[in-house]
């Protein structure tokens, strides 16, 4: 089985030395034993612990990182925040300076990172000129999308190659660019719609937003392999300059825009909003019920902040499931049919599931492995 987080690499792996907290949920709820232990609990327990651990830890620093926003002063003006390329969210082999000039010298790997301020409404924009004949993608993401911007559904891009890209499928969109063009980014936020532009030319609507990402914030991405771009967000005069009615991202009104770290801190403090940060996919009912009964009876036993679970499964009373969701819950325990049918109709929001749980599905002797980001991958058993 594995197991992913919507935590950073480096703090997933702090959090998977800290093992004190797996062996007191232990203590806690494992009766003396009147018979011989079963080993498929034990593999439960394996899986379980883990993903409670960090789960619940990241709950931790969220609180906390609310409760220094609680104390911080609101910012009434948008020109006193800044626009640029975040450092704390790139991959780390993505270079920046000064926060508008970025690098990927990867000759085999895309690079990416967003930007600290992204919007949910009204118009903006902004341009990127492309340095060298590198390989370059860039447009919109939110918090949960890859770096790799275009390839799942939580981004859309627009590349070099002249093409368009949302949940890994790419077609022909514009122009092809080349050194020295400017590329812009479009994001009609009342409208739900994007396009991208050329050297001042428009090109038409590239994306309609799809209902669930309708008034999400989105944040400028870019995405490089073995390239170099300087950005502008509308902190210097703009070389081709937005269409009428849009208004680069740096000075658009704090009434449409929302900061990094204020989103990641303000989701944290509100209670009324917990969605699912893991989610765990099993082959049957019968194991996923297992898997759930499994978390719910670790999980009672966490406090400040508690842990919650959803069953999701085929042959359940699926009105129940989405009254479990909507009261919240961190983990998602179901099988793909149930899942998959709750994120495409928008019931299971994955704002803050960056990454999905998954546990092998065997399904008529192929091995069957749900990406709900992308297109379901099949291999031989």
């Known amino acids: 089985m594995a197991f992913k987080s919507s935590t950073k690499p480096q703090e997933m792996q702090q959090q998977q030395h800290a093992q004190p907290l797996q062996q007191d949920l232990l203590a806690s709820s494992q009766p003396k034993p009147s018979h011989p232990p079963d080993s498929s609990n034990h593999v439960l327990q394996a899986f379980a612990l883990p993903v409670l651990q960090i789960v619940h830890e990241t709950l931790q620093s ?152 309708r008034g999400q914030v989105l944040y400028p991405a870019i995405c490089l392999k073995n390239a170099q771009m300087r950005i502008n967000f509308g902190q210097e005069p703009f070389r081709c300059g937005p269409p009428p009615g849009y208004v680069g991202i740096a000075n658009a009104s704090a009434d449409v825009t929302r900061d990094a770290a204020t989103a990641v801190a303000a989701a944290a403090s509100n209670s009324t909003d917990r969605q699912p940060l893991c989610i765990v996919l099993e082959p049957s009912r019968d194991l996923a019920e297992q898997t759930h009964k499994c978390f719910e009876a670790y999980s009672k036993y966490l406090a400040a902040p508690s842990v919650s679970t959803v069953l999701l499964g085929g ?67």
């Not at 042959?315 to 479990?324: E, H």
């Open 62 to 213: 969220w609180a906390r990182g609310a409760a220094i926003a609680a104390n911080t002063p609101m910012v009434s003006c948008s020109s006193s925040r800044r626009c640029e390329l975040n450092a704390e969210d790139r991959d780390s082999f993505f270079s920046i300076k000064d926060g508008v000039l970025c690098q990927c010298r990867q000759e085999k790997s895309w690079g990416g990172a967003r930007a600290t301020l992204g919007a949910f409404a009204g118009k903006v924009y902004y341009e990127a000129e492309v340095q060298d004949e590198g390989l370059c993608r860039l447009g919109w993401s939110t918090l949960a999308a890859s770096y790799d911007i275009g390839t799942d559904r939580h981004s859309f891009g627009y590349g070099g190659t002249g093409k368009k890209s949302h949940a890994r499928r790419f077609n022909t969109y514009g122009e092809e660019c080349k050194q020295g063009d400017v590329i812009g980014c479009l994001l009609d936020g009342d409208q739900g719609t994007l396009a991208f532009s050329k050297n001042g030319r428009v090109f038409p609507v590239a994306f309609e937003l799809p209902q669930y990402l």
């Open 315 to 381: 042959g359940l009373d699926a009105g129940a499931q989405l009254k479990a969701l909507k009261r919240g819950a961190e983990i998602v325990v179901g099988t793909p049919g149930r899942v998959i049918d709750f994120v495409e109709s928008g019931k299971l929001p994955l704002n803050k599931a960056g990454d999905v749980a998954c546990r092998i599905v065997w399904d008529g002797g192929k091995m069957f492995i749900v990406d709900l980001d992308a297109t379901p991958t099949y291999g031989s058993c």
